[in-house]
């Protein structure tokens, strides 16, 4: 698969840091780059957030389905329908997809 030009994948697997994920898309889309956001393991947390929200509009954001199995249930319920579950597999192929990835 090539890389498309241009885009930046956002790995999100801590939940420290969450204003520089935020930030960092905001720029990134800002200057004309596709922004993708894959959440996994304590990352997911990002999506209980308000700025996550509003990142939808500017950004392609993913979670992890196999990192929801150690969350409570409220949790997944209430960001049903607003933030794919997607394969862990999932992250593979969108790292392989953006020409630059940064890891947080």
């Not at 890389?3 to 520089?20: C, E, M, P, R, W």
């Not at 898309?25 to 959440?39: D, M, P, Q, R, S």
Request: with cysteine; aromatic share 6%; hydrophobic share 45%.
């Amino acid at each position: 698969m090539a890389q498309a030009k241009h885009t930046l994948g956002i790995i999100v697997n801590s939940n420290q840091y969450f204003d520089y994920v935020t930030h960092l898309a905001e720029a990134a889309a800002a200057h004309g780059k596709t922004v993708y956001i894959h959440l996994l393991g304590a990352g997911c947390q990002y999506a209980a957030t308000d700025a996550c929200m509003q990142l939808n509009d500017l950004a392609q954001i993913t979670m992890c389905a196999k990192s929801t199995q150690t969350m409570e249930p409220v949790f997944v319920k209430r960001i049903a329908g607003r933030i794919p579950l997607v394969p862990p597999e999932t992250l593979t192929r969108l790292l392989e997809q953006c020409d630059r990835h940064v890891v947080f």
